[in-house]
């Protein structure tokens, strides 16, 4: 083999090694700080229970909607109940327009679970529904044993699984 060939094979070999360390840096970076999916950013000030209602940038493609035996839209939902997991019992008001779930000290429901990504998902009053978004976390967001791609109608008495929390919205 020419010392020509031998040098590019090395020269494309390290550049593959490169863009993959990249690619891992990249991943490791928007799990620990975060990263946001629907178009604008929104600010918030400090962690409170529920902040400002803010009206939420339109989501991105489509939104999918998934049956609940109870039938009835969540938008008449008042809390969010948590039904297992370390937290279980405990519940929120509804009384914003987001929600912010994840490990991130400032997330409106801080779930202390490996499982979580930081910024794990968000719950996002739109239309008289609210629609649960999963912000590309690591291990995934479930409504209803399915997991969720884009964003989804969350109906009343719904389970929403983020790692080992399980939580509902009820009137």
């Known amino acids: 083999m020419s010392e020509l060939a031998l040098f590019l094979v090395r020269f494309g070999f390290m550049a593959v090694l490169w863009i993959f360390i990249f690619s891992i840096i990249g991943v490791i970076r928007a799990d620990l700080f975060g990263q946001r999916v629907v178009g604008k950013a929104t600010e918030r000030s400090v962690p409170q229970v529920l902040s400002t209602p803010i009206i939420p940038a339109a989501p991105s493609g489509a939104v999918s909607v998934v049956s609940s035996s109870a039938g009835r839209s969540s938008s008449i939902a008042t809390r ?20 912010h779930i994840g490990r991130a000290p400032n997330s409106d429901l801080v779930i202390d679970d490996e499982y979580a990504s930081t910024q794990h ?12 978004q999963d ?4 291990n995934g967001t479930y409504l209803a044993g399915a997991r969720v791609g884009t964003p989804a109608v969350v109906k009343l008495n719904t389970p929403v699984k983020i790692g ?8």
């Open 121 to 132: 998902a968000k719950l996002v009053l739109m239309n008289e529904d609210w629609l649960i």
């Open 135 to 138: 912000l590309n976390s690591t």
């Open 80 to 99: 969010l109940v948590i039904v297992e997991g370390e937290h279980t019992g405990k519940e929120l008001p509804l009384s914003g327009r987001e929600l």
């Open 164 to 171: 080992k929390t399980v939580f509902e919205l009820r009137a």
